[in-house]
């Protein structure tokens, strides 16, 4: 689990992308969209108290190391911190962390994930 002070720092979307913020039933999706309306990168987020708790960030294979993941993550921290939320936690996979880490985020301890089949 990572954890991180938000702050308001948001940045553009790169040229060929636009960037599509919407709130549905509490939860916040970023979104990076290509010309043909293709999603290239996304993460969304909830706020509970103080807290904004961020899931699913990804970024489609075709659209990666140009920098869309840090767009879609100060996305969701401008965002959430515009919500009230001071303090945002995830978890993360290695690859994950490595770039959560460059953003300010703190690893606070490993989580594992359990699947089950049957």
Same mark, same amino acid.
């Given at each position: ?16 992308? =636009?960037? +599509?913020?919407?709130? &549905?039933? %509490? ?6 969209? @290509?010309? /043909?309306?293709?999603? #290239? ?17 990804? =970024?489609? +294979?075709?659209?990666? &190391?140009? %920098? ?6 100060? @996305?969701? /921290?401008?965002?959430? #911190? ?35 089949? /049957?």
């Amino acid at each position: 689990m990572m954890t991180a002070r938000l702050t308001r720092d948001p940045v553009p979307a790169p040229p060929g992308y =636009t960037l +599509a913020v919407t709130t &549905r039933a %509490g939860v916040t999706v970023a979104r990076l969209l @290509t010309a /043909a309306g293709e999603v #290239a990168a996304r993460g969304q987020f909830a706020v509970a108290g103080r807290t904004a708790v961020v899931d699913q960030v990804e =970024t489609a +294979a075709g659209h990666r &190391r140009r %920098g869309l993941g840090t767009v879609v993550m100060k @996305t969701v /921290a401008t965002t959430a #911190a515009s919500m009230g939320a001071t303090t945002g936690v995830l978890v993360a996979t290695a690859q994950g962390q490595a770039l959560y880490s460059t953003l300010g985020w703190s690893l606070h301890t490993p989580v594992t994930a359990a699947v089950l089949t /049957a």
